[in-house]
């Protein structure tokens, strides 16, 4: 039986990939769940809202809108994001609007309404080509495109509101994620997904460059599992914290695991070559290393 208490909890972005996982984690937990999403993720083929919580489809820019839904919550997960590096370079200014002054926004409503707490979904885009991996936390930022100069300019708000506020905040660096309601559409949806929807339609795998850029990829439940540990975690406030696994694959292994022709396409500006996180500082402050393996879950995907 679960014992623990039951809180108020908004989850923005909370009908999409990410967003909609931890929410039906957190219903399944006898919270009471507001969950804030404008519909307006370009990759998406749906959106999945949880018919358990309150539906409040406003932007979360939407200060006059969406700061009532704020009074008598106990936690935020702030998940909503222009989340693609390449439609950034397109539309900076809309990456820059939701990703920094939707990020403010949330914080601000979240301090005047005495939340205890924001989670906050950022990006290992924020290492760029700078570092070398394993990637820490301690790292410099090298942002190499308008979706990782905004998003990171929403980790120095939650540092702003930390340092200057009694707001707590809690940083997760998020590598690849993958699973189950994963972006589908388009050119630019992640590379798991894109490459399945492919393969199920009879099309050939498009591999970007030499498909030698390696990616380390998070199932979707275990960064859901890591929110809401973060939730209630001790010497976690003000933190960056990376979420992965600490195990890369290339994208050419991934169109082994997928199976199929392919064909390869010009190389994209802005992207890193290699990502693998140090897990370190999740382990020691989260407690665990997310195990789920990649390949299994494709080859059952597709089987």
Excluded at 2 to 13: A, E, F, P, Q, Y
Excluded at 47 to 65: G, H, L, P, R, S
Excluded at 276 to 302: C, R, T, V
Aim: charged share 25%; hydrophobic share 35%.
């Amino acid at each position: 039986m679960n014992t623990m208490k039951k809180l108020n909890i908004i989850v923005t972005g909370g009908a999409g990939f990410i967003g909609s996982t931890l929410v039906d984690k957190l219903v399944k937990l006898g919270h009471q769940v507001t969950v804030i999403d404008n519909e307006s993720a370009v990759t998406n083929d749906r959106f999945y809202w949880n018919e358990n919580v309150k539906q409040a489809k406003f932007d979360i820019c939407d200060y006059v809108n969406t700061r009532p839904l704020y009074d008598g919550v106990d936690y935020v997960f702030h998940v909503a994001a222009k989340a693609r590096i390449q439609t950034s370079f397109n539309n900076p200014i809309d990456a820059s609007m939701t990703n920094f002054v939707g990020t403010t926004t949330v914080l601000q409503c979240a301090k005047e309404a005495g939340v205890k707490r924001v989670i906050y979904s950022s990006t290992s885009s924020a290492y760029g080509l700078a570092n070398e991996p394993p990637l820490k936390e301690d790292m410099p930022k090298d942002c190499l495109n308008p979706y990782s100069i905004s998003k990171t300019a929403g980790e120095e708000m939650c540092k702003f509101y930390t340092d200057n506020t009694p707001l707590e905040t809690v940083t997760f660096r998020y590598f690849n994620v993958y699973g189950p309601r994963e972006p589908l559409k388009g050119p630019y949806a992640p590379v798991v997904g894109i490459f399945m929807r492919q393969r199920n339609a009879g099309e050939v795998m498009t591999i970007v460059g030499d498909g030698e850029q390696r990616r380390d990829f998070t199932h979707v439940d275990d960064v859901a599992e890591a929110n809401i540990k973060a939730m209630t975690a001790d010497n976690v406030n003000g933190e960056i914290i990376n979420v992965g696994t600490g195990v890369n694959y290339s994208v050419n292994q991934i169109a082994d695991f997928v199976g199929g022709p392919r064909v390869t396409i010009p190389p994209r500006p802005g992207e890193a070559r290699i990502t693998l996180a140090n897990m370190d500082k999740f382990k020691k402050l989260i407690g665990f290393i997310p195990e789920s393996k990649l390949e299994k879950y494709i080859k059952k995907q597709m089987a």
